[in-house]
């Protein structure tokens, strides 16, 4: 089946990338204690120095953003397979409608209209306190190595949010798609996460008012809706994001 590209082609990336970015609230709590742990099990001589820190830090996020990505290649390769066992055109016809309804929900999350999501963090709990012992044998953390061990691990923190978006990477497809959409948004959610202190708490501020955090969830939804008209009217037989090889 000849599948031209979506007419939205760009923008789910982007849709991933300022979730990550605008979610940046939904970080700081969730992830916050975290980092701030990580970096205070550190020496007082490496986190006294920004130029010792910084590789420690780079290699936390660096850990997490991988997890991401490879959860999202998994993801987008299992929604490709589905979507061709559901008879194809139906298949992947259903998956990016389901695919705008977690778009749609996420705008809802950020905007802090409706907390749905928060059930999806329970759901993933189960995993995380049988991966969490794994972390033990990599503290106390004394080179960056295992700090990226550790950031391996963390990328499977149960969070409303990463699901969120991996169920839209369930319709990106194909592998390569849903890898590119987890990255987006693990490099959205890097401002915050780097800059954990004064930075990070000023953008903390900044996002937590409540236009922002309303105008953040309109736009996801206005993108939610975008996906739904085009999968819908303008183009209901190509993926979410690009066409998909071999069709």
């Known amino acids: 089946m000849d599948l031209s590209p979506f007419v939205t082609s ?9 979730t990550g970015l605008l979610g940046g609230v939904h970080c700081v709590g969730m992830c916050g204690g975290i980092t701030g742990a990580l970096v205070f099990g550190l020496p007082e001589e490496t986190r006294s120095h920004w130029t010792r820190l910084a590789p420690f830090l780079a290699a936390y996020n660096l850990g997490r953003i991988l997890t991401y990505t490879f959860a999202g290649a998994v993801v987008g390769y299992l929604g490709y ?12 016809l259903v998956l990016r409608i389901v695919a705008a309804a977690f778009m749609i929900a996420m ?14 963090e329970r759901a993933g709990g189960q995993f995380w306190e049988r991966i969490r012992p794994l972390g033990r044998g990599l503290l106390p953390v004394r080179h960056p190595g295992a700090a990226l061990g ?12 990463v699901y ?9 497809g194909g592998w390569k798609e849903g890898a590119l959409f987890l990255l987006s948004f693990g490099l959205g959610t890097l401002p915050t ?13 900044v996002l937590q008012r409540q236009a922002v955090r309303r105008a953040a969830g309109a736009l996801v939804i ?15 037989n190509v993926g979410l994001g690009c066409a998909l090889p071999g069709h």
Not at 81 to 92: C, P
Not at 150 to 161: E, Q, T
Not at 164 to 172: G, I, K, M, P, T
């Open 164 to 172: 969120s978006v991996l169920a839209l990477a369930f319709a990106a």
């Open 193 to 205: 996460l780097l800059t954990m202190g004064a930075a990070s708490a000023a953008l903390g501020r």
């Open 10 to 18: 760009s923008t789910p990336y982007l849709t991933a990338f300022l």
């Open 107 to 120: 705008g809802l999350y950020l905007g802090g209209w409706w907390f749905g999501l928060n059930r999806l």
């Open 222 to 236: 206005v993108f939610g809706a975008w996906t739904l008209t085009a999968t819908l009217i303008v183009q209901p």
């Open 81 to 92: 397979v589905a979507g061709d066992l559901l008879t194809e055109y139906r298949g992947w």
């Open 150 to 161: 550790l950031g391996l691990l963390w990328g499977w923190l149960p969070c409303g949010l």
